[in-house]
């Protein structure tokens, strides 16, 4: 019986050292005071957090912390420089709830705050997040790391730019492990003003993905502003930068897909008008000739990627914005040789129905350094966008000439006879460093799958997913912009699974 009790006890303080207090707000206070939660404790950084409605809770210390935080009623920050809370897990915005750099009016001089996010953040409808609040040059300023080595996914419920609605300032990204921050719903906009306090998108490490439709909204009109970004962190899906609101603005897109890192450049000629109003750039893994015709002295557009550009006037914007210069980067695989004058930058503005060519006023002589860049020359006239139209870019050869064979290397080759059983051989080479090869076989034609995951069970990558016939396929993929360390890669097909792992060095 002893022996019983004992293990009784023993389950239950084990119990009570894994399970997450619940701190729940009482009155309006300070973080660090014991008035303000019930139960009279301060939350540490294991305790989950819960700010009632009605209570304004100010987070009065340097290194406030928590597991997660439910905000339904208010958080702010006090006239104080640098404070900073850490959220170890998750963060909820109620509909009631607002989080905010002040909580009314104006600071007494510039007020810089830090909130470091370490899994997700979720802003339902009527919730608020403001992390610009003042008046210059007395503001009060948010910067949110998104850190940690799990994926931080962003649910948003506003669409369009409202300022002290879900205006963030400054963000960085601090993702290793191959963690990804996600933009699962709405657009995101950064703030637009660099006056005082600058703005800045920081990568340090790890990826953005936009889902869908959703945009990544860059807003502040500066020039630079966006640091960082290398061929390991960047933006994969919709990245929205403001132009200006005087002519001659030119904006340098950071975006890629899942195979390369491969920024774009585009000048505006015309004011966009309003804040708001952006370019949106995405990368698009796939052949741009769409039985096109090819106008301007070229007979072939890439078979690699192209990208979409789109005019996003928001609320109030100009009617249209004319893009009068345009570049698009490149490097290994996409099918360009080096020391030749035979690359153009083409555009498409009728769903690449026709590409039409940008003429060179200097001839650019190709490069073998990843990323180089074609085109810049300027338009005359422009393409002049309305609000949601889209063009295209890519890049093009020199009619009868055949220097860039503008073609990737193949990813999937099928290799010959038909096996008898499933299988999924290891990788080849193993370890590797950036590429490798994966072979499997099917023995029927199904549906397959064949995805990449990081060492903490996240996708990193899906490789295939549609219809094979049956064969023994060879797939290569490309790790360079993954982060050294172990992965696995899974295949389903018809209900069988197989994993094998693999691993990375760089």
Known sequence: MKKILLFAVLVISFLSATTNAQIVSIATGNWGSIDT?????????????????????????????????????????????????????????????????????????????????????????????????????????????FAGTTNSNISLSQTKYGSSIEEFNGITINKTGGAKVILKTGNLFMSNNTSTGPTYLTFNSGMIETEGENIWGYLTTNT?????????????????????????????????????????????????????????????????????????????????????????????????????????????????????????????????????????????????????????????????????????????RVSGTTDNSLSGAVNVEKEEGIPTTFKLNQNYPNPFNPSTKINFSIPFSSNVRLEIFNALGQSVETMIDGFLDAGIYNVGFDARYLTSGIYYYKIQANGYSLTKKMLLVK
């Open 224 to 396: 630079v502003g966006i640091v960082g970004a290398t061929s390991s962190s960047f933006v994969k899906g919709n990245l929205g930068r403001g132009m200006s609101n005087s002519s001659g603005a030119t904006r340098i897109f950071y975006v890629g897909d899942s195979q390369a890192f491969r920024p774009i450049t585009v000048r505006s000629s015309t004011a966009q008008g309003a804040t708001g109003a952006m370019i949106v750039v995405n990368s698009i893994l796939g052949d741009a000739n769409k039985s096109s015709a090819f106008v301007g002295g070229i007979d072939k557009v890439s078979e690699v990627r192209y990208f979409q550009v789109k005019y996003y006037k928001g609320a109030n914007g100009s009617t249209t914005l004319t893009l009068d210069s345009l570049a698009v980067s490149y490097g290994a695989g996409d099918g360009v040789a080096a020391g030749n004058i035979n690359l153009r930058v083409a555009y498409s503005t009728d769903d690449r129905t026709t590409w039409t060519a940008v003429q060179q006023t200097e001839p650019y002589v190709t490069e073998t350094s990843d990323t180089s860049r074609v085109g810049g020359d300027m338009l005359n006239p422009g393409i002049t966008l309305s609000d949601g139209q889209i063009m295209y870019l890519a890049l093009a």
């Open 37 to 145: 939660w019930g139960g009279g404790v301060i939350p540490t950084a294991t305790d989950d957090v819960v700010v009632s409605s009605g209570n304004t809770v100010t987070v009065d210390v340097e290194n406030a912390a928590c597991k997660n935080l439910s905000i339904d009623g208010t958080l702010t920050f006090p006239d104080v420089d640098a404070r900073s809370i850490t959220i170890n897990g998750s963060v909820t915005i109620g509909a009631t709830g607002k989080f905010n750099t002040y909580s009314s009016g104006s600071p007494s001089a510039l007020r810089n705050q830090k909130i470091t996010i370490m899994e997700d953040l979720t802003i339902n409808a009527g919730g608020i997040i403001d992390m610009r609040r003042g008046s210059n040059p007395n503001v009060g300023i948010g910067l949110i790391e």
